[in-house]
């Protein structure tokens, strides 16, 4: 067969410098029955890189749950798709930009924001609403983390900031939530990854899926230039080395105004009609998507690259096949209808082009004047990758004894000063100065962003009448130094709070979305973390009734040889089916009922024992007060947290809470003052709260500091009103969870927390807001 | 009566603007393409919030020579009301409806949240279902709305009374301190001297229903369909 000459041969060597293995790349030539032409080689190097193949983690994540009644489409596509009632679907999906985000952090950013908006609006769904999950190095020094480390940790937190700010408030799409961590693991590499959800009609829904013989293959968006060849095979899926920075041309550089564009034109588009198919062109561009949709289609494709828009001259064609030019889609259209598509896309301003089409018989073929650049069957290439069962190792058993856990403080000692610095730490603090910097209310759907609620909820407007009934609910999770101690039980907490933040706004979790964000898999002890936090995830997600839908793995995310904690990240979308009825974290009134309800026990048994040393010691206060990070995450029960969920969404469909706000970081007594400070700041409510206090007592059998500050999960504090204090107790009891009134809103500024009679906690609600409001502003803006 | 909202490359608040008025208010309005010359025979027109064209330049400074642009100058220079929101405004003040130009922000970061601004004047088509001095809360979702203009120009909109909003407060008591960007004189809003021209940097098509954290913004599209109703029976 003839192939193009082309200048560089292809020996095993440049095989190698393109990431194949020798086995990898006697499978290329077995597929093809001859060796591969350079161009050939870069499509099978990127196509089978970790991060677009999934060859170590593909046997694994076939162990999660994926299906479901509410799952339209599961992964494989470009988002999750789950049926939200009346016609609608939601598309969702959370993806990782790591590497690109620490060589050039602010663009880095954008481009995780504009691919995951792509991936949305490319399933014909707008998107409404996007959320973070971030973790950075040390943002202050510490004996972990030089004074030096600390403001390249604030460089790079501001640049990403900027970044996903820049790109959201553009394109015109809310930034409502997420969450930001910090650990100095994640110093050299930090972790951007963003979520977005978008809405369409069931029957409008589009699939990359290339069908019809003979149909047009087209093109459209930014032109191709040589930025970002090779991002996701050198960049995302290899780990750090002294060289990197030197890969920051493998940045792609953001558009969000072409971006925005793209949106108004393709989704346009989709309405003539003439739309068959429609895949975007993020990782490894042009190459992913013509051979996975010709894939997908069990089709095969040819297209001309000398008629692929492109911005800069004498581009090969490896590197136009290569380019990850970021605002670019390939669409199939209908034969014959091509110019209704071409007309939508010229009112936008925007370039599209016919530049092949729809073929028989299974074989991509890539034509560059006149000759063949690359010919390939394009399943194999797609599907029969290849897939690795690599080496599991668990780490050797941490020999831990009870000198190594956090020593509880003597009985009566006063802990306001330490409760001050847990509330002025970075991962405790208000993060308002980081969510003020994006536009959280553009489109007029939030009824809850950052901060108010335990998920960020939008109200969904019907596409054609925009009548808004229900509403959705979305939070993400996910505690790396948990799942470095234990990261099956870290994993599955992952998904209990994030579907517990889901509930505490008074929505139904329905389905998630992971990123896993792992160390090295060719480190056996790393594959034994991923292995793990499967096992963890589907365990979790089963039990919670939250299949995955899809999601991103992000293995190499290490620096110098040292991994990153293994950090699964979750998202959990959830269904309000009345958007009048969201629950917020801020209390209302004085002299309501603060009650803290507690999933593992029933009112017939007594709480089980408040967290051991061992277990306390993995607690954001023993971290913070004691620099001490060991022992276990707290024991988890998915049974008592599936109770719980189900006894807060009944309580919030009976509209018996005046607010729910869930124990995490920080435990009950950072629960209580986050619900306290978002009193004064109400919104949505029609009432101005006065000045409240709070006067609490906490349980007698555990140490005070156990009491005030363990995260075992499973728990909720909400503020009732007393008339209905029955009717909620009586709710309680039904589903089996305990109901235990520990205290009440005042009048007046005094924040009291009692344990054994005597006051542990005795502040002003405002000194405490001091410490909590302004903390994170203070380090950042730091000289 | 018939509200146009303007569509840009780049608006990303024209639907907002949309819904403000055809949902929650019930009133007729269509959306006019920015290559449209012609306002579809609209009452009233609203230059919406977002990146008109990507706003790379500067705000605003590519939108000024659309040819919508050319059609919403004449229907001023006649009498017509024009609304220019966020980078509505910035527009009207490239092209020279409004005096003044957008700086950016005091601490050069985009910031969204919500603000406090106070209801200067009620003598415009725009506040006059307002109570003069009445305290609103809308949100600010921008990076580029420190208004500015050289003493001159200061006094005579002061003179003229044109500064119809100002930050403020909660309690509508101290203006520098309601202040989130650094605008001169608190101003967060502006008419022309004809009064038919306004902008504002807060976004009222944001705060339109409780649900949404305030409606105080329905004030203003209520204003100018009350305006439109007088203007109607005037000419009846």
Redesign the interface.
């Known amino acids: 067969m003839a192939t193009a000459s082309t200048e560089i041969r292809v020996t095993p060597e440049i095989a190698a410098e393109h990431g194949l293995t020798a086995e990898e790349y006697a499978r290329v030539k077995q597929i093809l029955g001859r060796e591969p032409n350079i161009t050939e080689l870069g499509i099978f190097s990127v196509m089978w890189s970790e991060h677009c193949s999934y060859k170590s983690s593909k046997v694994h994540l076939k162990r999660l749950p994926t299906r479901g009644k509410l799952v339209v489409q599961g992964p494989g596509e470009n988002a999750g798709v789950v049926d939200i009632g009346d016609g609608l679907v939601a598309a969702f999906k959370i993806e990782s930009h790591n590497h690109p985000s620490y060589v050039e952090p602010f663009q880095g950013a954008t481009t995780g924001v504009g691919g995951i908006l792509r991936d949305i609006f490319t399933m014909g769904a707008r998107p409404i609403a996007v959320l973070d999950s971030l973790r950075f190095g040390e943002i202050t020094a510490s004996k972990y983390t030089s004074k030096e480390e600390a403001a390249k940790n604030r460089r790079i937190l501001d640049g990403v900031i900027?970044g996903i700010?820049?790109y959201g408030?553009?394109?015109?799409v809310p930034t409502i939530g997420g969450e930001v961590g910090f650990e100095p693991c994640y110093s050299q590499n930090p972790l951007v990854n963003a979520l977005a959800l978008g809405i369409a009609k069931k029957e409008e829904m589009f699939l990359a899926k290339a069908k019809g013989i003979g149909n047009p293959v087209i093109y459209v968006g930014a032109k191709t230039g040589r930025d970002g060849i090779h991002g996701a095979s050198l960049l995302a899926s290899a780990e750090f080395t002294e060289e990197s920075k030197q890969k920051r041309p493998n940045v792609q550089v953001g558009?969000?105004?072409?971006e925005?564009?793209l949106l108004e034109a393709c989704l346009e588009a989709m309405q003539t009609g003439a739309v068959v198919a429609i895949q975007d062109m993020g990782a490894a561009g042009l190459t992913c998507s013509t051979m996975e949709m010709a894939s997908r289609g069990g089709t095969g494709i040819e297209i001309d690259l000398a008629k692929v828009p492109q911005r800069e001259t004498g581009m090969t064609p490896y590197e136009i096949m290569l380019s990850e030019s970021q605002e670019r889609m390939l669409l199939v259209g209908e034969k014959g209808r091509e110019h209704e598509v071409l007309a939508v896309f010229k009112k936008?301003?925007l370039d599209a082009v016919v530049v092949g089409q729809v073929t028989e018989g299974g074989i991509a073929r890539i034509n560059n004047n006149g000759r063949i650049a690359a010919e390939i069957p394009a399943h194999p290439l797609a599907e029969e990758g290849p897939v690795y069962q690599r080496p599991i190792a668990a780490p050797a058993l941490r020999n831990e004894t009870a000198a190594d856990w956090f020593a509880f403080a003597a009985e009566g000692t006063n802990l306001t000063q330490n409760f001050l610095k847990l509330l002025a730490s970075p991962a405790i603090a208000s993060k308002r100065w980081i969510t003020?910097?994006?536009?959280?209310?553009?489109?007029?759907n939030?009824?809850a962003g950052p901060g108010a609620s335990d998920a960020a909820v939008v109200?969904i407007?019907d596409p054609k009448t925009?009548?808004a009934k229900r509403a959705l609910a979305l939070s993400t999770d996910g505690n790396g130094r948990w799942c470095q101690l234990n990261p099956r039980v870290g994993a599955m907490h992952a998904v209990a709070e994030a579907a517990r933040n889901v509930a505490c706004s008074g929505a139904r979790p329905i389905a998630a979305t992971n990123c896993l964000n792992f160390g090295s898999p060719e480190k056996p002890e790393v594959m034994w973390q991923f292995s793990e936090a499967i096992d963890g995830l589907a365990e979790a997600c089963t039990a919670l009734g939250t299949p995955i839908t899809g999601g991103n793995v992000s293995f190499y995310n290490e620096t110098l040889g040292k991994s990153i904690y293994p950090t699964p990240v979750i998202g959990v979308l959830g269904i309000l089916d009345d958007?009048?009825q969201v629950l917020k974290i801020a209390f209302r009134d004085e002299g309501d009922v603060i009650l803290l309800l507690d999933g593992s026990s029933s009112a017939q048994h007594a709480a089980p024992h408040l967290g051991t040393q061992r277990e306390f010691s993995s607690s954001e206060y023993s971290k913070t007060i004691a620099g001490i990070t060991a022992g276990e995450p707290p024991a988890i029960d998915l049974v008592a947290e599936k109770r719980l969920i189900d006894c807060l969404l009944a309580l919030a469909a009976e509209g018996a809470l005046q607010s729910a706000h869930d124990i995490s970081d920080g435990g009950l007594a950072v629960t209580l003052a986050e619900s306290w400070f978002a009193s004064s700041s109400v919104?949505?409510a029609?009432h101005v709260a006065p000045h409240l206090g709070a006067h609490v007592k906490l349980e007698a059998e555990s140490p005070a500091e156990a009491a005030a500050f363990n995260e075992r999960g499973a728990r909720a504090v909400v503020s009732v009103t007393p008339s209905k204090l029955a009717a909620v107790l009586d709710t309680a009891r039904q589903y089996k969870v305990a109901a235990r009134e520990i205290g009440q809103v005042t009048r007046g500024d005094a924040f009291r927390i009692q344990h054994k009679e005597r006051e542990v906690i005795h502040s002003s609600v405002e000194t405490l807001r001091g410490a909590w409001a302004h903390s994170l502003e203070r380090t950042l803006t730091a000289k | 009566m018939k509200f146009g909202v303007v569509v840009f490359p780049g608006s990303n608040c024209d639907h907002d603007a949309f819904y403000a008025i055809g949902n929650v208010l019930q009133k007729p309005v269509e959306f006019i393409w920015h290559q449209s010359e012609n306002l579809a025979n609209c009452d009233a027109i609203i230059l919406p919030g977002g990146f008109s064209y990507g706003d790379y330049l500067r705000t605003g400074a590519i939108a000024r020579f659309s040819p919508v642009m050319k059609s919403v100058e004449k229907f001023s220079n006649s009498g017509g009301m024009v609304l220019g929101v966020c980078n509505g405004f910035q527009i009207l003040c490239e092209v020279g409806l409004l005096p003044g130009a957008m700086m950016r922000n005091r601490g050069l970061r985009f910031i969204c949240r919500h603000v406090h601004i106070r209801v200067e004047q009620t003598d415009t088509p725009f506040t006059n279902a307002a109570t003069k001095g009445q305290v609103l809360k809308i949100p600010i979702a921008h990076s580029d709305g420190n208004y500015n203009c050289d003493e001159a120009a200061l006094a005579e909109l002061e003179k003229n009374r044109q500064v119809i909003f100002r930050y403020t407060t909660a309690d509508g008591s101290d203006d520098s301190a309601g202040n989130p960007n650094g605008a001169v004189h608190n101003i967060a809003g502006i008419c022309n001297r004809e009064r038919n021209v306004a902008g504002l940097m807060p976004h009222p098509e944001r705060a339109v229903e409780w649900a949404l954290g305030s409606n105080d913004g329905l004030v203003v599209f209520r204003s100018m369909v009350e305006a439109l109703v007088g203007a109607a029976k005037a000419t009846a």
């Open positions: 900027r700010g820049s408030n553009c394109f015109g558009d969000p105004f072409m925005k564009l936008w301003g003020e910097q994006y536009d959280t209310s553009v489109r007029t939030t009824l109200r407007k925009a009548v958007a009048s919104v949505g029609q």
